[in-house]
């Protein structure tokens, strides 16, 4: 028979955590209850989860949540988990527009949905839509989405909404360079949701080059990059957007790109087209 206080000694990864989840206790209730004798049944579903965190699954893909912005959000090694630099995203979205406007906003790569979810729920005046190629992680974000607020397409990047405008489109595609030494530490979650080729752009191009079809007019593209990878999308972003403005996250690393689409009467954009 073993104790909190025995668990809280043994220095496993994470065992505060998997003590609260295993038990369903606060972190201070296990320090004020730290004599509490584990049942049997509780012992080996924390032995187990003591295990996997070993192995390195993330402790996200233990508890089966992750926090992001102001709710929680349901993930599965089907999703990506929501990282904190995405929350920068939100940040500049809702700077975006007028207090009353209705945006059409489109959320290219939505995972788990936290960026088309919280939008919706702290704008529910836009008209929100979220497309991933992969089935399973629409069924986490669907779950996400309580309020039922948002509309879920499956498909490769704009091609459920070929045509349609968006005042908004914003994406945290996968962006890791294919040979990056960081995958080792991230072999839990999906491929697709991180790597993207060579250089780690071919998502983000692909998603440059249809934007400006799928814009009104004036309509925001806002991406979450590597953090060495601005000075290229800046680049790429010139031919038809207008505005370009970079962001840093909270780390100081840059991460985000905002532009807006130039005037296609002052531009060359119908060789897009
Ligand atoms: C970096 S994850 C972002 C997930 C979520 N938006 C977030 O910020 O946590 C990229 C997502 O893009 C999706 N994805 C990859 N290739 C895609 C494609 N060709 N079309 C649509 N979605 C794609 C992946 O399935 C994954 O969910």
Redesign the pocket.
Same mark, same amino acid.
């Given at each position: 028979m073993k104790t909190i206080q025995n668990y809280l000694n043994s220095g496993a990864v994470d065992i505060a955590p998997l003590l609260c989840l295993v038990l369903n206790k606060s972190s201070g209730e296990l320090i004020t209850q730290n004599d509490y004798l584990l049942t049997p049944n509780e012992k080996l579903n924390l032995d187990s989860f003591i295990k996997q965190r070993a192995s390195g699954m993330p402790f996200s893909y233990i508890s089966g949540k992750k926090g992001f912005y102001h709710l929680d959000f349901k993930v599965s090694p089907d999703?990506?988990i $929501?990282?904190p630099e995405?929350e920068l995203l939100i940040d500049i979205a809702l700077d975006l527009f007028e207090k009353n406007y209705a945006c059409k906003m489109l959320?290219?790569?939505?995972?788990?949905g936290?960026?088309a979810i919280t939008l919706a729920d702290k704008k529910p005046n836009w008209q929100v839509l979220a497309?991933?190629?992969?089935s399973a992680?629409l069924t986490i974000a669907k779950s996400n989405d309580i309020t039922h607020t948002v509309d879920f397409l499956q498909?490769?990047?704009f091609e459920p909404v070929a045509n349609q405008p968006f005042d908004l489109i914003i994406s945290?595609?996968?962006y890791i360079e294919e040979d990056d030494s960081h995958l080792d530490d991230l072999n839990f979650e $999906?491929i697709?949701?991180?790597v993207s080729g060579k250089d780690g752009l071919d998502?983000i191009k692909i998603i440059i080059n249809q934007a400006p079809n799928q814009l009104s007019q004036k309509g925001f593209l806002l991406l979450e990059h590597g953090h060495n990878q601005q000075d290229r999308i800046v680049k790429l972003l010139t031919k038809n957007f207008t505005n370009i403005q970079t962001f840093k996250d909270y780390n100081s690393k840059n991460r985000a790109v905002l532009a807006q689409l130039k005037n296609p009467t002052t531009n060359n954009l119908n060789e897009n087209r």
């Open positions: 999703t990506l $929501p990282r995405t959320d290219l790569g939505t995972g788990s936290i960026i497309i991933d190629e992969s992680a498909g490769n990047w945290n595609p996968p $999906p697709r949701a991180l998502d």
